[in-house]
């Protein structure tokens, strides 16, 4: 059974940080590539980061450069994403995923997380 769960949402003020984690069972890690992806109500699901099977690339979306950081760490089976900077436009909730490929397409994601919700005040 795949199984992918965030933890680390919450409520913090504009310019705050905040960091979330998703950890994955053993083998639905190893080997892929993760995605962090947000969804804000009435708008579509959208790529925050990707990062490669190990770590070495990563991707972000504009929005949110220089503000967020995805890492992983493979032998905890946990991918990381560290938002500093954090605006009230950034308030949604936000899901891990798993992909073969680093790419921005959540189409290309199989499994994903039940999400945590990230709530910004201005």
């Known amino acids: 059974q795949v199984q992918l769960v965030e933890s680390g949402g919450g409520l913090v003020q504009a310019g705050g940080s905040l960091r979330l984690s998703c950890a994955a069972s053993?083998?639905?890690?190893?080997?892929?590539?993760m995605g962090w992806f947000r969804q804000a109500p009435g708008k579509e699901r959208e790529v925050v980061a990707t990062?490669?099977?190990?770590?070495?690339?990563?991707d972000y979306a504009d929005s949110v450069k220089g503000r967020f950081t995805i890492s992983r760490d493979n032998a905890k089976n946990t991918v990381y994403l560290q938002m500093n900077s954090l605006k009230p436009e950034d308030t949604a909730v936000y899901y891990c995923?798993?992909?073969?490929?680093?790419?921005?397409?959540?189409?290309?994601?199989?499994?994903w997380g039940q999400g945590t919700q990230v709530t910004v005040s201005s």
């Open positions: 995923a798993r992909s073969p490929w680093a790419v921005s397409d959540p189409h290309k994601y199989d499994y």
């Open positions: 990062i490669n099977h190990s770590g070495a690339r990563t």
């Open positions: 053993g083998r639905t890690f190893i080997g892929y590539a």
